[in-house]
């Protein structure tokens, strides 16, 4: 099974400042398409989860310009240009290009300080 | 709009049974393949199990094979989870999501508890 290791797991912020989630699997994860199926989802508190960002970069309908995705191969990275209230919550990456199982990282939870 | 609602939570005994369903709405359901997920209180994300849109193959983690079972019903809109001798490492919400070929997750449902205890 592909691990998904994410840093850091616990990530304070102040509103309107930068904020970047790191997520290394353990091999890479591009697919016999030449595609890389990394995701990233948002999980605000007491809600479920919700698909941000998929094949790496590319941003699901409604979510802000201010999330981005970027990397390859086995390294990858979510970042938020200005954090809002609105994002405290846990983020997820999870690989889709070596399944079954589709396996998550263990999430970082985002807080503002 | 897309809408995915898990049912059928509840407390169960340790070796019990629990058939949980989600029922889908606003998009093609037999082109979607469904999975579910679930998560441990105050834990990360697990896939558990995964049905494609004709219902012809079905995946298993390891931890749930040969325990639990996914089906589903075209025609009702509606997928099921069968979860037989049940235990407390089961205790989780349980989230349905929908997905396509290499397009995954893309909707989740808003989860169904189901808790494990004597």
């Known amino acids: 099974d592909v691990e998904m290791t994410q840093s850091p797991l616990f990530l304070p912020v102040t509103l309107g400042q930068p904020a970047s989630i790191s997520c290394r699997s353990s091999q890479s994860l591009v697919y016999s398409d030449g595609n890389t199926y990394l995701n990233w989802f948002q999980q605000r508190p007491g809600q479920s989860p919700r698909r941000l960002i998929y094949?790496?970069?590319n941003r699901d309908s409604g979510v802000p310009d201010r999330f981005s995705g970027s990397g390859s191969g086995t390294d990858f990275t979510l970042q938020i240009s200005r954090v809002e209230a609105e994002d405290v919550g846990v983020y997820y990456c999870m690989q889709a290009t070596h399944w079954p199982p589709w396996t998550f990282g263990q999430g970082t939870k985002v807080e503002i300080k | 709009q897309v809408q995915l609602v898990e049912s059928g939570g509840g407390l169960v005994k340790p070796g019990g049974s629990l058939r949980l369903s989600c029922a889908a709405s606003g998009f093609s359901f037999s082109a979607y393949y469904i999975s579910w997920i679930r998560q441990a209180p105050g834990k990360g994300l697990e896939w558990v199990a995964y049905?494609?849109?004709?219902?012809?193959?079905?995946y298993y983690a390891e931890s749930v094979e040969g325990r639990f079972t996914i089906s589903r019903d075209n025609a009702k809109k509606l997928v099921y989870l069968q979860m037989n001798s049940l235990r407390a490492e089961d205790t989780a919400v349980y989230y349905c999501?929908?997905?396509?070929?290499?397009?995954?997750?893309?909707?989740w449902g808003q989860g169904a508890l189901v808790t494990v205890s004597s």
């Open positions: 049905i494609t849109g004709g219902g012809s193959t079905m």
């Open positions: 094949q790496v970069s």
């Open positions: 999501a929908k997905g396509r070929f290499l397009d995954d997750l893309d909707y």
